[in-house]
């Protein structure tokens, strides 16, 4: 049984990798540096779980200002917090993050190797019993946590790319703000148990996709414009 369910919980991050790697069509990053940035999102859920746990015993709220609590600061803050520091530790300071597009490509991979062991954890493992936490997932928390690394990887790349000290502090705070704030919403329609509330969710998981299309796009473009204007400089 936990064989089928952890292949179930596996299924849609191994799609989600394989979109976002194949996204990089003209200057792949090197596969072992990926995979290291995998499994440190991966790992991460250990300190995670440690913090949200202590979060979770100071949380002196109730209902809404509890739910406004657990998403945006349990939730949030903390996994995004761990997810961004895998990529600023590791991939951030290596010569291989050399465009725009990088950010984004290390900011999904750390955060579907979160994603993969907290999927298994709620499929596998917590929610045996429900046979439709699986498909839930699948379709929106995992998809979720890779959009929620493109906002983060977006950032860090204007930080890491801008000529400009304070723009570059402005978006290294901007990595870890904005894929909180939309974690936190995300979480918050789930969490707070408001009449009418839960119609929103759809259509939120949509304005994030389109969102972070967007910006995905914009970074896709400018690499391959910048390739292009490489190789005429050769000629």
């Known amino acids: 049984m936990h064989i089928r369910l952890t292949i179930i919980a596996i299924v849609p991050v191994i799609i989600g990798l394989l979109a976002i790697y194949l996204t990089d069509r003209i200057d792949k990053e090197p596969a072992k540096l990926l995979f290291l940035t995998y499994i440190l999102g991966a790992l991460v859920v250990v300190p995670t779980i440690v913090v949200e746990e202590l979060l979770v015993r100071v949380n002196i709220f109730s209902g809404v200002y509890g739910a406004?609590?657990?998403?945006?600061?349990?939730?949030?803050l903390t996994e995004e917090y761990f997810k961004r520091l895998v990529v600023l530790k590791v991939p951030y300071r290596t010569r291989y993050f050399n465009e725009k597009l990088d950010g984004i490509i290390y900011g999904v991979f750390a955060a579907l190797g979160f994603a993969t062991v907290e999927n298994i954890m709620y499929v596998a493992f917590r929610y045996t019993n429900n046979p439709f936490i699986g498909l839930y997932r699948g379709i929106f928390s995992v998809p979720a946590h890779g959009i929620f690394g493109i906002t983060m990887g977006y950032y860090l790349s204007l930080s890491k790319f801008n000529t400009d000290k304070e723009g570059?502090?402005?978006?290294?705070?901007?990595?870890?703000?904005?894929?909180?704030?939309l974690h936190g919403i995300f979480d918050f329609?789930?969490?707070?148990?408001?009449?009418?509330?839960?119609?929103?969710?759809?259509?939120?998981?949509l304005f994030l996709w389109w969102l972070n299309e967007r910006k995905l796009e914009a970074f896709m473009l400018e690499s391959k414009t910048s390739v292009l204007k490489n190789k005429r400089k050769d000629l």
């Open 68 to 76: 406004l609590f657990s998403a945006f600061i349990v939730a949030g």
């Open 168 to 181: 570059k502090r402005k978006n290294k705070r901007l990595s870890l703000i904005m894929p909180m704030i």
């Open 189 to 205: 329609i789930l969490m707070a148990n408001i009449g009418g509330l839960s119609l929103f969710f759809v259509p939120y998981v």
